[in-house]
């Protein structure tokens, strides 16, 4: 079994993919529009300004999987109730990217020593997606 997150975004899942890739090293895999699926959506249930929207997209990360799409307007919750989780051992790798992850965002708890961890911060990024950053040892 594998488990991986599944972001769902309102219109920005291509700018936060490629966000991603850079601020955590992977790669996307995949990215594919509305326009581009072999099973054309009627107007009703994906407007046409919502074409070159992110119909899927796959970032790998290691052997990692984050996965998202841009909720057709009519779909789209706003995100709550969870937090994607990254966990490393090197302080200054997690410190970088919990500032990067900040940016344009709100951060909820300072990235700063706990009493589980080395460092640990909460924050929700520029796109509405909240995260976790989890330090387990100092350098």
Sequence with gaps: MQL????MFNGQCEEAFKFYEQCLGGK??????YAESPEPATEEEIP????NKIMHTS????NQELMGSDSPPKYHQETKGFSVTITL????E?????????????VQMPFEK???AYRFGMLIDRFGIPWMINCNQAA
């Design 114 to 116: 706990t009493f589980w």
């Design 48 to 51: 046409s300004d919502w074409h």
């Design 28 to 33: 996307i895999t995949d990215m594919m529009t």
């Design 4 to 7: 991986n997150p599944y972001l």
């Design 94 to 106: 997690a410190d970088r990217i919990f500032h990067t992850l900040a940016e344009n965002g709100k």
């Design 59 to 62: 970032l790998m990360i290691g």
């Design 89 to 92: 051992d090197d302080p200054l």
